[in-house]
C-alpha cells in the first residue's frame, strides 16, 4: 500500500468530494422553491421504506425539507448525505451526476449504454484483427 503525500493530487481531490457532491445534488434538485424539489423528500422516504434503509443517523425513520435542504446547502458543512442518501438521490431523480462525482474521486467513471457498446465494438475489431494473425499464419503453414 502506497502512502499519499500531503501534496499528492488525490488528497486534494478527495477534499472537496462532499462539495462537490452536494453541488452536483443542488444543481439536480433545483432551486428551493422548486416544486420538484420539495417533492423530493417524499420520494426519497417512499424508496427508503420500500428498500428497508435509513437515509439519516440518529432515531428519524424519515428526512424532511430541512434535511434535504441542509444536504444541499455548501455553507452546512455539519449534515451530509450519507452514501445510501446519495443512491437514493440518484435512483429518485434518475439523474447519476452526484454518483459520478463519488467515482471521480477514485478515479473511477460510469458508463454509459453507448459507451458500452463502443467497448463492445472495439473488442470484437480486436478480437477479429488476431483471428486475421491467426488465420493468416495458419495459411503459412499449409
Known sequence: ????????????????TMAAIRAAMRTVAGAPENEGRKALPDKLNALARQAGIRLTQGNQKTISKDTLD???????TSHPPSLLAVLAFCR????VEPLRVVLQALNLGLMTEEDRKLR???????????????KKKLEEEL
Open 1 to 16: 500500500m502506497r502512502q499519499l503525500s500531503l501534496l499528492d493530487d488525490t488528497a486534494a481531490r478527495l477534499a472537496g
Open 70 to 76: 441542509k444536504w444541499l446547502s455548501p455553507s452546512d
Open 92 to 95: 429518485v431523480t434518475g439523474n
Open 120 to 134: 463492445d465494438y472495439g473488442k470484437a475489431v480486436r478480437d477479429m484483427e488476431a483471428a486475421r494473425r491467426r
